[in-house]
């Protein structure tokens, strides 16, 4: 099979999964051009933006919010807990990578193409296909961070349950306020 029965294969099945959002569909059919080549085409002024440091941080920030968030209320709606498990990870790294990021901004600055690798990167933790999220969880976060979190929570369950206060559970609605106490009279004097 030569390079060009490849590509054109795959370009067959991208076509056929892309054909499950009717609104790809509805664009094929008024622009007149497939949906397999807008959404290449999408992608490939989306990284040249990023590649030209044009709008990074929005559009990176805007990688790592829309498409985890749109599979991630999809994952909530499967009985599948795997899925869900791959979110989670995935919101736990780019939240501490959120964290990281505002410490050491003003080196970042300094990085050539640093919202470009950060949009690769993101794309690598969150494509099912490649797992990163899940690799980094095993790697790094279970190995040197889940002890320290496993021991503090046996602390807060030990104050728990030794008697400490707890705060109660919040009601839907505001407790009401507790009633002023009368005013003292001009002259001092009270009943």
Do not use: H
Not at 76 to 95: G, V
């Amino acid at each position: 099979m030569s390079y060009q029965q490849r590509i054109q294969q795959q370009l067959n099945v991208l076509d056929k999964r892309l054909s499950a959002f009717p609104v790809l569909n509805v664009m094929e059919q008024k622009v007149g051009v497939n949906k397999v080549y807008i959404c290449l085409g999408l992608a490939t002024v989306y990284f040249a933006l990023l590649f030209l440091n044009f709008g990074g941080y929005l559009l990176t920030n805007t990688l790592a919010f829309v498409m985890p968030a749109f599979f991630s209320i999809y994952s909530l709606e499967t009985p599948d807990k795997d899925d869900d498990t791959q979110w989670l990870t995935y919101y736990l790294i780019t939240s501490f990578m959120t964290v990281l990021e505002y410490w050491i901004d003003f080196l970042l600055v300094w990085v050539p193409f640093y919202w470009l690798m950060k949009a690769i990167f993101l794309v690598w933790l969150a494509l099912p296909r490649f797992s990163g999220a899940s690799l980094i969880y095993r790697a790094i976060i279970r190995p040197y961070i889940t002890p320290y979190v496993m021991r503090v929570m046996s602390r807060v369950n030990n104050a728990a349950a030794a008697g400490a206060p707890v705060p109660p559970p919040r009601s839907e609605k505001p407790a009401a306020a507790p009633a002023a106490a009368p005013a003292a009279s001009a002259t001092g004097a009270q009943l």
